[in-house]
C-alpha cells in the first residue's frame, strides 16, 4: 500500500523519471561527474553535463550508458541511487517498485546489471521492460491488438525499429546509431569542411536549433563558435541546414535501411496493417526536422511523429506502474 513505484527511462543521453501520482519529476542528461583522485561523484546530471568540455584534470564528466546498456556499474549504481532517492522523497521508509528501460537487443548479463544496479540502488524490485513495447504504450498504440504496429524510437544511443502485435514484439532491429552519433557526425563535417573545432554541447544546439532530415527550399541559419584549427584561434561561422542534412544523410539512410530490415522479416498480415495504420517515430530523434517526410519517402509509407516523442517510453513506464499487477507476470515471464 505504502510501496512507491517508479518508472525510469533510462537513456543514453537522458534519463526520465516518472511516478505514480505524481507524473514526470525528473528528466536530466545521463551523466555523472568524477573526482579523479578518491572516485567519488561529484554531480548527476544537468549539474554534471555543465561541466562537458570545461573540467580541470582531476575532475570528469563521464556518460555511464553507452549505445543504451551499462558501460561502467560502479557509475550507473551511483546515478540510480540519486535518481530513485530524488523520486522516492527523503523521508520515505519504503522501497520503490522500478520498472527500467532497456534496449530490444539487451543480453541477459547486461539485463542482470541493470537489474542488480538498480536493487544496490535502493529498488524493492526492478522490473527491465524493453524500449520498443513502452515506446509503443507511451505513443498511444494498442499493444495488445491482433493488427500489427510499427514503432520508430530514435534515442541517444539506440535506434530501435519494432513491430507490435498481441503485446509483444514480433520483429525488431537495434542499430548503434541515434541522437550522440548525429552529434559526432556534425561535429566531424564542421571539422572537414570548415577546419573548425567545436565541442559536443555546440554539436547538439546545432542539431536541435536547425537541424533536418532533408534539405529545404527555406533554409535555417545558425551562427556557432569553436577553435580555428589552422591558427588555433576562437572563430565564429554561419551554418545553415541543408548542410546538417548533408551531414546526417548517412546516418539517416542506415536507419532506414533497418527499417526495411524489419519488414522483411514481418509477416505479410503485419505488413499489411502498418500500411494501413502508418509508422510511428518517438524518442529524442523523432523531434529532427522533416524525419517523417524522410521515412515516408525511404519506405513508402505514411510516418507520423507521436506526441511529446521525448516522453514516450517514460510514459510507457507509467502506465505499466499504473497497472503493475496486471503485467507483472508477463514481466516477470520475458526476463
Not at 530524488?86 to 522500478?98: I, M, Q
Not at 514484439?169 to 563535417?189: E, M, P
Not at 511523429?305 to 502506465?319: H, M, Q, R, S, T
Amino acid at each position: 500500500m505504502f510501496n512507491r513505484k517508479i518508472g525510469i527511462d533510462l537513456g543514453t543521453a537522458n534519463t526520465i523519471v516518472f511516478v505514480s501520482g505524481k507524473g514526470f519529476i525528473i528528466n536530466e542528461p545521463t551523466i555523472v561527474a568524477l573526482s579523479k583522485p578518491d572516485n567519488t561523484v561529484l554531480a548527476v546530471g544537468r549539474e554534471a553535463k555543465e561541466m562537458i568540455g570545461r573540467t580541470p584534470a582531476d575532475l570528469m564528466a563521464y556518460r555511464p550508458l553507452k549505445d543504451g546498456v551499462i558501460a561502467d556499474y560502479y557509475i550507473t549504481k551511483a546515478m540510480l541511487r540519486y535518481f530513485i532517492s530524488r523520486a522516492n522523497g527523503r523521508f520515505n521508509l519504503f522501497k520503490p517498485d522500478v520498472v527500467i528501460s532497456s534496449p530490444a537487443g539487451i543480453t541477459p548479463t547486461e539485463r542482470r546489471a541493470v537489474m542488480n544496479a538498480a536493487r544496490e540502488a535502493g529498488a524493492k524490485e526492478a522490473y527491465i521492460v524493453k524500449e520498443p513495447i513502452l515506446a509503443a504504450l507511451g505513443a498511444g498504440i494498442p499493444i495488445n491488438a491482433y493488427s500489427g504496429s510499427m514503432i520508430i524510437n530514435i534515442g541517444g544511443g539506440t535506434s530501435e525499429v519494432a513491430v507490435v502485435s498481441l503485446g509483444g514484439i514480433v520483429s525488431w532491429s537495434s542499430l548503434r546509431i541515434a541522437g550522440n552519433k548525429f552529434d559526432q557526425v556534425i561535429t566531424d563535417y564542421i571539422k572537414k569542411k570548415y577546419s573548425l573545432a567545436i565541442g559536443e554541447q555546440t554539436a547538439e544546439q546545432v542539431k536541435i536549433q536547425i537541424g533536418s532530415a532533408l534539405p529545404t527550399k527555406d533554409k535555417l541559419e545558425y551562427q556557432l563558435r569553436g577553435r580555428d584549427l589552422i591558427s588555433g584561434l576562437p572563430k565564429d561561422i554561419i551554418v545553415n541546414s541543408n548542410e546538417i542534412a548533408e551531414a546526417l544523410t548517412p546516418h539517416l539512410i542506415d536507419i532506414a535501411a533497418s527499417v526495411q530490415n524489419v519488414f522483411n522479416e514481418t509477416p505479410p498480415e503485419l505488413v499489411a496493417d502498418i500500411m494501413e495504420k502508418g509508422i510511428i517515430v518517438s524518442g529524442g530523434g523523432a523531434m529532427l526536422r522533416n524525419i517523417d517526410e524522410f521515412f515516408k519517402r525511404m519506405t513508402g509509407v505514411q510516418t507520423y511523429i507521436a506526441d511529446e516523442p521525448l516522453f514516450c517510453v517514460a510514459k510507457g513506464a507509467g502506465i505499466i506502474l499504473t497497472h503493475l499487477d496486471v503485467y507483472k507476470r508477463t514481466l516477470l515471464n520475458k526476463r
